[in-house]
């Protein structure tokens, strides 16, 4: 008995910790959304999780170089919308131009980093938050 309440405990524990992660991370994305400006792009803040996602070019995101400037590039934020109806299904829109990679000065960059990681994480939340209610409604329609 004391191993599942201990189970119960831990796994308690972990989901309260991603929630905290999740409102944290929140806070911290919606300050550089405003930071960086992206608000005069997008508008509410609300309205940037209705891109498909959002890539840098200009700074490594891969782990173990990240933030690493690629030289010749310049450092942007592309946010990638979707329209099923159109011609061309998807669109590459710039969020933020920051110039050539090499010259931005490192703290920008680094919020840059930042920003785009923040996006993926809370973009991650709510995809989890939509196939577990996908399967909550098969698992409705199977009973």
Not at 62 to 70: F, H, L, Q, S, W
Not at 91 to 111: C, M, P, Q, T, W
């Amino acid at each position: 008995m004391s191993s599942a309440l201990d189970r119960l405990k831990s796994l308690t524990n972990k989901i309260s910790s991603y929630e905290l992660a999740r409102k944290e991370n929140l806070k911290m994305l919606e300050d550089l959304f405003n930071k960086l400006h992206i608000d005069e792009k997008v508008g509410d803040f609300k309205n940037l999780f209705e891109f498909k996602a959002i890539n840098l070019s200009g700074a490594s995101l891969v782990r173990e170089t990240m933030g690493e400037i690629k030289k010749g590039k310049y450092l942007q934020i592309l946010a990638i919308s979707y329209d099923k109806e159109a011609v061309v299904k998807s669109k590459n829109i710039s969020l933020g131009y920051f110039g050539r990679a090499e010259n931005v000065d490192a703290e920008l960059k680094d919020s840059v980093v930042d920003f785009v990681i923040r996006y993926r994480l809370e973009k991650s939340f709510m995809t989890l938050e939509h196939y577990h209610s996908i399967v909550g409604d098969l698992k409705k329609s199977n009973d």
